[in-house]
T-cell receptor
């Protein structure tokens, strides 16, 4: 089946630095990739939608200058957390839709800890 | 704004017991998806229900989509410790010219004790 590979699985960084998270669709082309954020014991909150070859669409309240999204090819979408702060510590997950009846394929998530 | 109310939020039961998780909304969905998520992992799709009144079975798990396509339930029979995890329902709405909109319930954290 469809696989979305997400890296890194976990990362610890210092405040003020930037972190890049990659999501690759391994056996299919993903024209769209969704990026979610999940706090402990909570559900997934959609942050933004990336579209290959065009600007990402951000949800209300998400700073586009802080969470940079690039979807440069049909198999790669990246999320860069810029000038990270401890409050950015969270679990970030990407997903690619497989069509209305086939659900979404999720990456394995990235645990970001900013110290 | 579409909302999907999922209940209960937490459920702790003994091995062998049955349980039901509910997802309710005032909105109509094109489909309803159920995911299971392990700690530190991304959600994994369990099933998609599309037709009002549809029932799908996956071993000991039974999924039902309401007749009006506004609600869904997940029933687990004879729960086992391996069923422990976070169960998420997600409602999908088709949107013209785009990939559609998927909204998640808050999840049900299930713990099955041996």
């Amino acid at each position: 089946g469809a696989v979305v590979s997400q890296h890194p699985s976990w990362v610890i960084c210092k405040s003020g630095t930037s972190v890049k998270i990659e999501c690759r669709s391994l056996d299919f082309q993903a024209t769209t990739m969704f990026w979610y954020r999940q706090f402990p014991k909570q559900s997934l909150m959609l942050m933004a939608t990336s579209n290959e070859g065009s600007k990402a669409t951000y949800e209300q309240g998400v700073e586009k200058d802080k969470f940079l999204i690039n979807h440069a090819s049909l198999t790669l979408s990246t999320l860069t957390v810029t000038s990270a702060h401890p409050e950015d510590s969270s679990f970030y997950i990407c997903s690619a839709p497989q069509g209305a009846n086939y659900g979404y394929t999720f990456g394995s998530g990235t645990r970001l800890t900013v110290v | 704004t579409q909302l999907l109310e999922q209940s209960p939020q937490f459920l702790s039961i003994q091995e062998g017991e049955n349980l039901t998780v509910y997802c309710n909304s005032s909105s109509v969905f094109s489909s309803l998806q159920w995911y299971r998520q392990e700690p530190g992992e991304g959600p994994v799709l369990l099933v998609t229900v599309v037709t009002g009144g549809e029932v799908k079975k996956l071993k000991r798990l039974t999924f039902q989509f309401g007749d009006a396509r506004k609600d869904s339930s997940l029933h687990i029979t004879a729960a086992q410790p391996g069923d422990t995890g976070l169960y998420l329902c997600a409602g999908y709405t088709e949107m013209a010219g785009s990939q559609g909109n998927l909204i998640f319930g808050k999840g049900t954290k299930l713990s099955v004790k041996p």
